[in-house]
């Protein structure tokens, strides 16, 4: 059932929107409607939204707080439902060119669900040193494993049909990497992304800043428990490899190979923690390992560039350059 928000109780339920096929002339006034002002800090909407933009990651059921006008688009574009929209006076430049997405969009924004306040308690509320006035939360898309396996469908409902790439956060604790992981994933063709149990939550404030929106559109699991998630790459057919930055860490286990592994069949690339690397129930289980040669001077690459490195490998083999 869906969570019913303060506003829609005050309205008697309605919720007309700015949806496709909407004119101007009513995104116009879906602004002007908007005229009453949150002044204070006890408000329902601003705990929302202070818990959202600085906390660690929604848990589930929880809102997705996505702070700034081009995540917020981003968001909107990726056909999330928004549960809410919060600006300032300042930012009504960018809340007419929010709307005009969101009137091109499925879900649209409810009416009563755009909400404004001061300068001055959205930035108590902002999760950024320097706001900018607008932010929205977003209620959860639900992904499944087979969605990680296959990829997004696109715009006609089609998938590309491409082999398995999944990567696989192994306890990747800095959300600045984990966001940076995400946004490679995507722009190398990964089908999905899983965060295990223990990593940086994808779609906490920073890492969704840190992947530039991608955490929006890519098919993600989080606190995903190690041993069920192998088991699933099992039956599904999906080799599990294991990265290293260092080529002698590159080892054999339980018979994994220790040439370079190809990356064109399907196949989930795990990295491991930024100081401890990957946890020895993921090395066992290996199939094949892969390593980045690094100039010996340099001790480690952080998770976010070792898997950019990694995912470019994987987009040149399945491109064939």
């Known amino acids: ?105 499925e879900a649209g924004i409810p009416r009563s669900r755009v909400l404004r306040t001061t300068e001055k308690l959205f930035a108590s509320i902002a999760g950024t040193e320097t706001p900018q006035g607008v932010a929205a939360l977003f209620r959860q898309r639900e992904w499944g494993f087979d969605d990680v396996l296959r990829g997004r469908a696109n715009r006609e409902g089609a998938f590309r049909g491409d082999a398995s790439l999944i990567i696989v956060m192994a306890a990747v604790q800095d959300p600045g990497n984990a966001g940076t992981i995400v946004r490679s994933a995507e722009a190398f063709g990964a089908t999905g992304v899983v965060a295990t149990r223990g ?39 999906v080799k599990v490899i294991a990265a290293s930055s260092r080529p002698a860490a590159a080892k054999t286990a339980r018979g994994a190979q220790n040439k370079d592994p190809d990356l064109r069949e399907p196949c989930a690339i795990f990295i491991g923690n930024e100081s401890a690397g990957l946890p020895e129930e993921i090395e066992r289980a290996a199939d094949a390992w892969i390593s980045i040669a690094i100039n010996p001077d340099v001790e480690s690459l952080n998770a976010g560039v070792a898997a950019s490195v990694i995912l470019f490998e994987a987009a040149r083999q399945r491109r064939g350059i």
């Not at 005050?10 to 002002?37: F, H, K, L, T």
């Not at 990593?199 to 840190?210: E, G, H, N, T, Y």
């Open 1 to 105: 059932m869906a969570q019913r928000f303060p506003a829609d109780e005050q309205s008697g339920g309605a919720r007309p929107s700015v949806r496709s096929g909407v004119s101007r002339e009513r995104a116009s006034s879906v602004q002007a409607a908007a005229v009453d002002v949150i002044t204070s800090r006890d408000n329902k909407w601003l705990k929302m939204f202070r818990a959202a933009l600085r906390g660690t990651g929604p848990a589930s059921g929880e809102p997705i707080g996505v702070e700034g006008p081009k995540l917020v688009v981003e968001g909107i574009r990726s056909g999330l439902e928004a549960e809410a929209l919060l600006v300032t006076d300042a930012s009504e430049g960018e809340l007419e060119r929010i709307l005009q997405a969101a009137s091109h969009s």
């Open 199 to 237: 990593s940086a939550d994808p779609w906490s404030p920073k890492a969704l800043r840190a992947s530039a929106g991608s955490a929006l559109r890519l098919p993600l699991l989080r606190g995903s428990a190690i041993p069920i998630l192998l088991a699933q790459l099992r039956t599904a057919g």
